[in-house]
């Protein structure tokens, strides 16, 4: 089975703070992806990946950058927390694209931010 | 731009029942995929199913169905005997055959709720 797992459930951090999440993904999957989930809005991409050191934006990366050093792992940054950051974010992995590929996601991390 | 509407943000229905979610979609593609994910209470999300638009067939995934309807844009979602288990948001999703990496455009969600 495929797993994707995301380095903390909940997170609760202070406005200014700079914010690692975690994805690690088993799969050898090339493609990953950072989405963030809030109430009536469904999921929006933030950024995503298709190599090692190779990302593309997505709908809304304002305040966010990413980093992908290793094939497995790609990292969302928060370079300065904001409240309006609050939100469920969810990592995915797919391999190369083909058509009708599924996307696996992680378990979901809730940032919280004072 | 493609855009997917979900009409319904919440849905309740009995064990053993059936339910109907719909989806909307815009687009000028002519060749693209469709997708059901569910999003229990545990957050994980999973496929339910998939529909490739060149397909007439409707998908169907045991107790999980679809009526896609490429005329009218329209791809709906029946859970039969429902369980349960069934308890989950879930998000209706879009990607046209011509983007390169597969980028899911999702819905903003029904959430279905299964009473005993």
């Known amino acids: 089975d495929v797993k994707v797992t995301q380095s903390s459930r909940y997170l609760v951090k202070r406005t200014g703070e700079k914010v690692f999440l975690e994805c690690v993904q088993d799969m050898d999957h090339e493609n990953m992806f950072w989405y963030r989930q809030d109430p009536g809005l469904g999921l929006r991409l933030i950024y995503f990946s298709y190599d090692v050191k190779m990302k593309e934006k997505g709908d809304i990366p304002e305040g966010y950058s990413v980093s992908r050093e290793k094939k497995e792992r790609f990292s969302l940054i928060l370079e300065s927390a904001s409240t309006n950051q609050t939100s469920m974010y969810l990592c995915a992995s797919s391999p190369t694209w083909e058509g009708a590929e599924t996307q696996y996601f992680g378990p979901g991390t809730r940032l919280l931010v004072l | 731009a493609q855009t997917v509407t979900q009409s319904q943000p919440e849905m309740s229905v009995q064990e053993a029942e059936t339910v109907t979610l719909s989806c909307t979609y815009d687009t000028s593609e002519s060749n693209y995929y469709l997708f059901w994910y569910k999003q229990p209470p545990s957050r994980q999300m999973i496929l339910v199913i998939r529909q490739e638009a060149y397909k007439q067939q409707n998908a169907t995934e045991n107790r999980f169905s679809v009526n896609f309807q490429k005329a009218a844009k329209s791809f709906s979602l029946k859970i039969s005997d429902s369980q349960l288990g069934d308890t989950a948001m879930y998000f209706c999703?879009?990607?046209?055959?011509?983007?390169?990496?597969?980028?899911?455009?999702f819905g903003a969600g029904t959430q279905v709720v299964v009473t005993p």
């Open positions: 999703a879009f990607v046209p055959r011509t983007d390169s990496w597969g980028k899911l455009q």
